[in-house]
């Protein structure tokens, strides 16, 4: 039950933003956080997941060590973040590399998503966890100064603050900004998981993270903790064609694994090998939306995390890095107006402006990062439909290679320094004359 009393932080949504932002505020003495979840539990929702060197640190810098050990997550021997091969000859043409100093924990990972997201839940205490609550509404209850949050059940809760981590098609979002519903962009992958077993017996199958591309689609494959493995198959249509297949598609739906073959019935035979041993497939069609204007809702208590922020539909397999790296930001802003030690001073709950501060601060922190990433993203997406038009031109062989080694580099996604930009955003406050000097203590700094 909440505590009203103390900062009540509500958190719609239990994934990986809003896991990684109650572990990051569970140790203030004086904040109170709860979690509200639509689903009735925590399940097995997604395929694989990565995680950058961003995301591996924030992990890190939570203390969720647990999701860095190899039991979960995978990591390429070559220290390389991704392989492209060639989709008929398998060759090597190209390679991601890190640009700045990685240690090798921080490398970046594959993980099966519902392993990373039971990493995260066992740091935070279940009873704060409250499921088969779908958000409806949120209103300013003048009586007690509180957010009063409405539930598709019929039921309330109270908040200070609220932080919507619901997805990609956030609800929280579109109650505040109804014209930010996400739209299809045309892409839609088939991902499937299973035990490494199905395709032990295939010669020379990739040991590591390996990105295959062709004229008209990709293919992924991926060793994943526990032994499992995982491929991602995918289909781009023009999302305007009215007759486009899987316009109407839903989201985890099941798929007939027949397709998937038919699609790669004329690559090599190495990954006709691996189609031919997945056992089954889900599809998942990629939606995107246009950047919020503010991410400060709600007269300044409300705000977002993940993709309920940055609805980018496919940031270079980053969206998980992303959400982490917005669960510390939002919780070091919370931190920074309302340190540990002034609440242990008696010095009350921040007040209002103090709030609207902090989620200033937040958004200061992580907009500019998450706008470029979204307008690179969009970009990109448009240029696959064009080339995938059935207008285009098809594409040659020396035209692919060199597609494949020009193609967008993404370190600076992958190994966006956080904790730089919420020091610069704090400065920036402060520049403008519209922030107090840091409160935040030199304990809590060491601790984030």
Do not use: C
């Not at 060197?53 to 924030?58: A, I, K, L, S, V």
């Not at 295939?202 to 591309?213: C, G, K, N, R, S």
């Not at 993203?377 to 080339?387: D, E, F, G, I």
Request: proline share 5%; glycine share 6%.
């Amino acid at each position: 039950m909440a505590d009203e009393a103390k900062l009540q932080i509500a958190i719609i949504g239990a994934g990986i933003a809003g896991l990684g932002a109650a572990i990051a505020l569970k140790r203030h003495p004086a904040i109170d956080v709860q979690i509200y979840e639509k689903a009735p539990e925590l399940r097995e929702i997604g395929a694989s997941i990565a995680l950058g060197p961003n995301g591996m640190r924030t992990l890190e810098r939570l203390g969720v060590e647990n999701a860095l050990d190899d039991e979960i997550a995978f990591r390429n021997k070559s220290k390389y973040p991704m392989i492209y091969r060639h989709w008929k000859t398998n060759e090597i043409i190209s390679t991601d590399s890190h640009v700045g100093h990685v240690k090798d924990r921080h490398l970046t990972a594959r993980f099966y998503r519902a392993h990373l997201q039971e990493a995260l839940a066992k740091h935070v205490d279940p009873t704060r966890i409250h499921f088969s609550k779908a958000f409806e509404s949120v209103a300013f209850d003048s009586a007690i100064q509180k957010l009063r949050i409405a539930f598709t059940d019929k039921t309330t809760a109270t908040a200070d603050i609220i932080l919507g981590a619901d997805g990609i098609h956030s609800a929280v979002r579109t109650f505040f900004v109804p014209t930010s519903s996400t739209a299809w962009t045309g892409w839609v992958a088939f991902r499937s998981v299973f035990p490494s077993s199905h395709v032990a017996h295939i010669q020379d199958l990739p040991d590591e993270a390996t990105h295959f591309w062709g004229p008209d689609r990709t293919f992924f494959v991926s060793r994943l903790g526990r032994d499992l493995f995982t491929v991602v198959g995918s289909y781009q249509a023009d999302p305007a064609a009215p007759d486009a297949p899987y316009k109407d598609s839903t989201w985890n739906s099941d798929s007939d694994v027949d397709v998937l073959r038919e699609f790669y019935k004329d690559w090599s035979p190495l990954v006709r090998r691996i189609v031919d041993a997945v056992p089954s497939t889900r599809v998942y069609p990629n939606a995107a939306a246009h950047p919020l204007e503010t991410w400060v809702l709600g007269d300044g208590r409300v705000t977002l995390a993940g993709d309920a922020a940055h609805a980018h539909g496919g940031a270079f397999a980053a969206g998980g890095s992303l959400a982490l790296d917005d669960a510390w930001a939002f919780a070091s802003a919370i931190l920074h107006v309302f340190p540990a030690d002034a609440a242990a001073s008696a010095s009350g709950k921040p007040s209002d402006a103090e709030i609207r501060r902090a989620l200033r601060i937040y958004e200061r922190t992580r907009k500019p990062h998450t706008d470029r990433v979204m307008s690179v993203v969009h970009q990109t997406n448009k240029s696959k439909v064009a080339r995938y038009s059935r207008a285009a031109e098809p594409e040659t062989d020396e035209q692919l290679r060199a597609r494949i080694k020009n193609r967008v580099d993404p370190s600076w996604i992958h190994e966006h320094d956080v904790q730089a930009a919420f020091a610069q955003a704090v400065a920036d406050e402060v520049k403008a004359g519209i922030g107090a000097v840091d409160r935040v203590s030199v304990g809590e700094q060491a601790r984030l």
